[in-house]
């Protein structure tokens, strides 16, 4: 009975690992694939506690224009945060995210596509609410 089982499972392990050789892995692990869509869906902003969503109201993120306004709670600590995001398909960002960030000015963030061609880079802002 047993060989029934390793048999199959062999066969799978394998299949997965030629299908991952199908494309290019970039300087950062990641597989470079076809995609070329390039875009932020969403934005969070993690206190100390690693757990609490700092913003207050929706945040805008504009891809036409490549912009991120965001409005963080009356008293978040905007020196120490930690930036998450949602990207398109395959995308990646750089600088990494979920990292302590301090956003008591604007900061630059590249968004590449899974192809590695197209990059786009957004300008967030973080602003407290009440200011």
């Known amino acids: 009975m047993r060989k029934r089982i390793y048999i199959p499972l062999i066969a799978v392990i394998a299949s997965m690992?030629?299908?991952?050789?199908?494309?290019?892995?970039?300087?950062d692990g990641l597989l470079i694939t076809t995609q070329t869509n390039c875009f932020v869906g969403?934005?969070?902003l993690y206190g100390t506690d690693h757990i609490d969503c700092l913003i207050q109201d929706s945040t805008v993120i504009d891809n036409e224009n490549l912009t991120i306004n965001v409005?963080?709670?009356?008293?978040?600590?905007?020196?120490?945060?930690?930036?998450?995001?949602?990207l398109s398909i395959d995308s990646k960002i750089e600088p990494a995210m979920?990292?302590?960030?301090?956003?008591?000015?604007?900061?630059?963030?590249?968004?590449?596509?899974?192809?590695?061609?197209?990059?786009?880079?957004?300008?967030?802002?973080?602003?407290?609410?009440?200011?």
Not at 17 to 27: G, K, R, T
Not at 73 to 85: H, R
Not at 110 to 122: A, D, F, H, L, M
Request: hydrophobic share 35%.
């Open 17 to 27: 690992l030629i299908a991952c050789e199908d494309y290019p892995i970039d300087e």
């Open 42 to 44: 969403n934005f969070i």
């Open 71 to 86: 409005l963080a709670k009356f008293g978040t600590n905007l020196q120490k945060v930690k930036p998450a995001a949602s």
């Open 98 to 131: 979920g990292i302590w960030t301090d956003f008591t000015s604007p900061k630059n963030y590249t968004v590449i596509s899974g192809n590695r061609q197209v990059e786009k880079e957004y300008t967030i802002t973080v602003r407290l609410q009440g200011e």
